[in-house]
């Protein structure tokens, strides 16, 4: 993709989905169709997947088809948000001789920068992946709200499935850029953002309620929750989380049958000792005890640019290891944030008790600082799951490195603490001036 794309050719166009998303379908559609006889005269006068219609592949009759592609979407684009997230943050460090990829953890992102602008989730881009996510699982609740129950089985199902991935990946574009723009509209502040995604969640918690879908009201809901925290609605965030059993997880789904099916956070520290697991999250403890939810080891060996010791994170075991998208161990710690240690103190106390963890509870000294021991259990319960960098900003927690260390190589550590709109976003959309 280049780095300005037209505005037809962009995230958020229907072109670029449609582009995308018939090229599977038309290459069954190919090898359907083909025989040995013409098999090659077929090839030479077939046209493009690319410039399938719209109404050729939005049928339906493919509405699973569509809403699972969607899906997948966010799920590729989440890993990539949470390595680069976890570079920006300090939970992990570059490990690589790749220049392109040091202004993630130096915190210094330019918006001429293609990397985090346009690559794709496999080599950790945000903007692009994360966009395409939210367009997608839009236009799937676009598509299905023109159709109805007679001809697409669980369609309501399916609409609130994909205003939830539309909602989380708003969330994403909220908590790590400055602003954004979706469908070339005009440019969103974060708190717009978060509006945005607000709005996702309503429905599909409305549509969960109504079907009796508990697995997506609490998804939606955990969703709704953090955008609320986000945009300051505090009681309302509390509110939403309350209702969530403790118990509750939902996670991507992975395979090894390519690269943007796997766990990208294994993919790049255990596997291709590309990313470094940063000093802060080593060796902690709790009550004198190792903390489990941060497990990290000596990986015996130094990084790919030979720099540093290789320290590995143990969180995500294999290359299928799942990443959760929603908990409701996060929905405890936003209740305990907001309503602070009468209600709070209870809760990390049965979050540390928990089967798996079996931590101490809280010290006094803990107690005496709640509000500063649950920051730092939500950095400790939350690791690498792509939410330490917004913590930051949130909280506005100190940075490390601080702003001004000389950065390894080269240059200095920067204070960002969101990423710029890219450029490519800029020169792609009318709304904006040139």
Same mark, same amino acid.
């Given at each position: 993709?280049?780095?300005?794309?037209?505005?037809?050719?962009?995230?958020?166009?229907?072109?670029?989905?449609?582009?995308?998303?018939?090229?599977?379908?038309?290459?069954? +559609?190919?090898?359907?169709? $083909?025989?040995?006889?013409?098999?090659?005269?077929?090839?030479?006068?077939?046209?493009?997947?690319?410039?399938?219609?719209?109404?050729?592949?939005?049928?339906?009759?493919?509405?699973?088809?569509?809403?699972?592609?969607?899906?997948?979407?966010?799920?590729?684009?989440?890993?990539?948000?949470?390595?680069?997230?976890?570079?920006?943050?300090?939970?992990?460090?570059?490990?690589?001789?790749?220049?392109?990829?040091?202004?993630?953890?130096?915190?210094?992102?330019?918006?001429?920068?293609?990397?985090?602008?346009?690559?794709?989730?496999?080599?950790?881009?945000?903007?692009? #992946?994360?966009?395409?996510?939210?367009?997608? %699982?839009?236009?799937?609740?676009?598509?299905?709200?023109?159709?109805?129950?007679?001809?697409?089985?669980?369609?309501?199902?399916?609409?609130?499935? $994909?205003?939830?991935?539309?909602?989380?990946?708003?969330?994403?574009?909220?908590?790590?850029?400055?602003?954004?723009?979706?469908?070339?509209?005009?440019?969103?502040?974060?708190?717009?953002?978060?509006?945005? /995604?607000?709005?996702?969640?309503?429905?599909?918690?409305?549509?969960?309620? !109504?079907?009796?879908?508990?697995?997506?009201?609490?998804?939606?809901?955990?969703?709704?929750?953090?955008?609320?925290?986000?945009?300051?609605?505090?009681?309302?965030?509390?509110?939403? $989380?309350?209702?969530?059993?403790?118990?509750?997880?939902?996670?991507?789904?992975?395979?090894? %049958?390519?690269?943007?099916?796997? %766990?990208?956070?294994?993919?790049?520290?255990?596997?291709?000792?590309?990313?470094?697991?940063?000093?802060?999250?080593?060796?902690?403890?709790?009550?004198?005890? #190792?903390?489990?939810?941060?497990? +990290?080891?000596?990986?015996?060996?130094?990084?790919?640019?030979?720099?540093?010791?290789?320290?590995?994170?143990?969180?995500?075991?294999?290359?299928?290891?799942?990443?959760?998208?929603?908990?409701?161990?996060?929905?405890?710690?936003?209740?305990?944030?907001?309503?602070?240690?009468?209600?709070?103190?209870?809760?990390?106390?049965?979050?540390?008790?928990?089967?798996?963890?079996?931590?101490?509870?809280?010290?006094?000294?803990?107690?005496?600082?709640?509000?500063?021991?649950?920051?730092?259990?939500?950095?400790?319960?939350?690791?690498?799951?792509?939410? !330490?960098?917004?913590?930051?900003?949130?909280?506005?927690?100190?940075?490390?490195? $601080?702003?001004?260390?000389?950065?390894?190589?080269?240059?200095?550590?920067?204070?960002?603490?969101?990423?710029?709109?890219?450029? /490519?976003?800029?020169?792609?959309?009318? %709304?904006?001036?040139?």
């Amino acid at each position: 993709m280049r780095d300005f794309m037209r505005s037809a050719d962009r995230p958020g166009s229907h072109r670029w989905a449609t582009r995308r998303a018939s090229r599977g379908m038309a290459s069954l +559609v190919l090898l359907a169709t $083909a025989t040995a006889c013409d098999q090659v005269d077929r090839l030479l006068t077939v046209q493009s997947p690319s410039i399938l219609s719209e109404e050729q592949y939005l049928q339906p009759a493919n509405a699973a088809l569509i809403a699972a592609s969607a899906v997948s979407d966010y799920e590729c684009a989440l890993g990539g948000y949470v390595v680069a997230a976890g570079l920006a943050s300090g939970e992990l460090l570059d490990g690589t001789q790749t220049a392109a990829r040091w202004s993630y953890d130096r915190r210094d992102v330019l918006p001429t920068d293609a990397l985090y602008a346009t690559s794709g989730c496999e080599g950790i881009g945000v903007y692009t #992946p994360m966009s395409t996510a939210r367009y997608t %699982n839009d236009l799937v609740v676009r598509q299905l709200e023109s159709w109805t129950d007679a001809q697409v089985p669980n369609r309501q199902r399916l609409i609130a499935q $994909a205003s939830a991935f539309a909602g989380f990946s708003l969330i994403h574009l909220a908590e790590g850029f400055c602003s954004c723009a979706i469908d070339v509209g005009p440019e969103l502040t974060t708190d717009q953002a978060f509006d945005q /995604a607000i709005a996702r969640f309503d429905k599909a918690i409305a549509l969960a309620t !109504q079907i009796n879908d508990q697995v997506l009201l609490n998804l939606a809901l955990v969703g709704r929750a953090r955008a609320r925290l986000g945009r300051g609605n505090r009681a309302g965030a509390a509110e939403d $989380a309350a209702r969530v059993p403790v118990g509750f997880v939902f996670n991507t789904t992975t395979d090894n %049958n390519a690269p943007r099916r796997q %766990n990208r956070i294994f993919a790049q520290n255990n596997a291709g000792f590309a990313v470094n697991v940063a000093p802060t999250y080593r060796a902690l403890t709790t009550g004198g005890r #190792p903390d489990p939810r941060v497990l +990290v080891t000596d990986g015996g060996r130094n990084t790919t640019d030979q720099a540093g010791r290789l320290w590995l994170q143990n969180k995500y075991t294999s290359l299928t290891a799942v990443n959760p998208v929603a908990t409701g161990i996060e929905a405890q710690l936003i209740v305990a944030e907001v309503r602070g240690s009468g209600e709070g103190v209870a809760i990390l106390n049965a979050l540390r008790a928990r089967a798996g963890v079996a931590l101490p509870a809280l010290s006094a000294a803990e107690i005496a600082a709640f509000q500063a021991t649950v920051i730092e259990e939500r950095r400790r319960e939350l690791f690498l799951q792509g939410q !330490q960098w917004f913590d930051q900003k949130r909280l506005s927690l100190p940075q490390t490195p $601080a702003a001004g260390t000389p950065y390894p190589k080269g240059g200095s550590y920067g204070n960002q603490r969101c990423w710029p709109l890219p450029d /490519a976003e800029r020169l792609a959309n009318p %709304n904006f001036g040139r």
